[in-house]
């Protein structure tokens, strides 16, 4: 089972990359360090909503759109792992 905080980093490395953006950018317009951004976009680190929220600030997004896209790769990862038991 993947976990939450390793969709969320997933989530938020997708769309700082999309924007073509380095990790130093976000961490520092986020106002966080950028060891804890990248732990938190390794699925290492849990982020508070607070820091959660001020890195989908800094990355122009809302948190809403954010757990969307947890919500969809959380969906995927489960479907795939439910198919291959069906398979079996």
Do not use: F, P
Not at 15 to 22: I, K, L, N, V
Not at 65 to 85: C, D, F, N, P, Q
């Amino acid at each position: 089972m993947v976990l939450l905080r390793q969709a969320v980093g997933h989530t938020l490395r997708n769309a700082r990359t999309a924007q073509s953006r380095t990790l130093r950018d976000v961490a520092r317009e986020a106002r966080v360090s950028l060891g804890y951004l990248s732990e938190v976009e390794r699925g290492q680190k849990e982020a508070s909503s607070e820091l959660l929220n001020a890195i989908c600030e800094a990355l122009g997004l809302t948190l809403s759109s954010v757990m969307t896209g947890v919500t969809h790769e959380l969906a995927s990862r489960e479907s795939a792992k439910l198919s291959v038991v069906d398979a079996a």
